[in-house]
């Protein structure tokens, strides 16, 4: 009796030993698969650049946050921004009299990654301001944020959202510093959040509520729509496109679609 049991543990130690290189072989087959999934190219760094001027209340700010958390959350997001095996690069940048990095950049090549991202936007901080200084926050992404990626990406998108017209540059100055973003290689998609009764008519002369009326609007500035205006002053680069948000309840949803198209080849197709 004990001589079977000596020869059945021989027998079962035998096996293990005749395993144990199948399961060094697969950890190691682990290893590589991450290690090239933390090399490979990233499709896309998606820099989202969010206003938080005057106009821009508790209210907003917080509605604007939690459609970016929202989005990251979002099922088909995160299946389209870790589709490839080099996920997508995001950062996010607040802007006002000046333009801050509010979310470093950061990975987004799995489930976690996005979740982990979508809890430190909503930890964000409120940063004040009073004016929307559109040509300053270009200069920012062009000068600071793009040159701090951690990797190279095969495209470079920068999501600018708000609901007011630049009320700090010149009209030169504020297409000289498109036009350096856009020398970046970076295309410069927009999203307008249209207020009824607030910014239906922007430009000279336009009536302005509160954040609007802070400092004259550089002339010779027409009177137009905030949507119009976003595709004259902001669009740019291969592919760019608008999509409108109707009013700050209504910032989820367009952010969701707009993350989707940007990230997706549906970006490079989309039009104005």
């Given at each position: ?11 079962a ?21 991450v290690?090239?999934?933390a090399?490979?190219?990233?499709s896309v ?6 206003d ?9 700010f ?6 970016i958390a ?11 921004m870790?589709?490839r095996?080099?996920?997508t ?11 801050s990095?509010a979310?470093?950049?950061r990975r ?14 909503r ?5 004040s301001g009073e ?6 926050m ?16 095969q495209?470079?998108?920068?999501d600018v ?9 010149d ?6 510093e498109r ?5 970046t290689?970076?295309?410069i ?12 008519v922007?430009?000279?002369g336009?009536?302005r ?8 609007t ?5 009177r137009?729509g905030?949507?119009?205006w976003y595709r ?5 680069g ?6 409108v948000?109707?009013?700050y ?13 940007e ?10």
């Amino acid at each position: 009796m004990g001589e079977r049991r000596r020869s059945a543990a021989s027998r079962a130690r035998v096996r293990l030993r005749g395993r144990i290189p199948l399961v060094l072989a697969a950890l190691c087959g682990l290893a590589t698969a991450v290690a090239a999934g933390a090399e490979a190219t990233p499709s896309v760094a998606l820099v989202v650049a969010v206003d938080v001027s005057q106009s821009v209340d508790d209210r907003r700010f917080t509605l604007q946050l939690e459609g970016i958390a929202a989005a990251l959350e979002d099922p088909e997001v995160v299946a389209t921004m870790t589709q490839r095996p080099g996920g997508t690069l995001f950062t996010m940048v607040t802007w006002a009299d000046r333009a801050s990095v509010a979310l470093n950049w950061r990975r987004i090549a799995s489930r976690s990654d996005a979740l982990a991202a979508a809890a430190q936007v909503r930890a964000t901080p409120r940063q004040s301001g009073e004016f929307t200084c559109l040509g300053q926050m270009f200069r920012t992404v062009a000068a600071s944020v793009i040159p701090a990626m951690p990797a190279p990406a095969q495209r470079i998108v920068v999501d600018v959202s708000g609901d007011g017209i630049d009320n700090c540059t010149d009209p030169d100055s504020l297409e000289a510093e498109r036009n350096a973003l856009l020398a970046t290689e970076a295309t410069i998609n927009g999203l307008p959040i249209l207020v009824p009764g607030e910014n239906d008519v922007v430009g000279a002369g336009a009536y302005r509520s509160p954040g609007y009326g802070l400092r004259a609007t550089p002339l010779p500035q027409e009177r137009t729509g905030l949507a119009q205006w976003y595709r004259d002053h902001v669009l740019g680069g291969p592919g760019a496109f608008l999509l409108v948000a109707a009013g700050y309840g209504d910032f989820s949803r367009a952010l969701r679609r707009k993350f989707v198209m940007e990230v997706s080849d549906a970006g490079d197709r989309a039009g104005r």
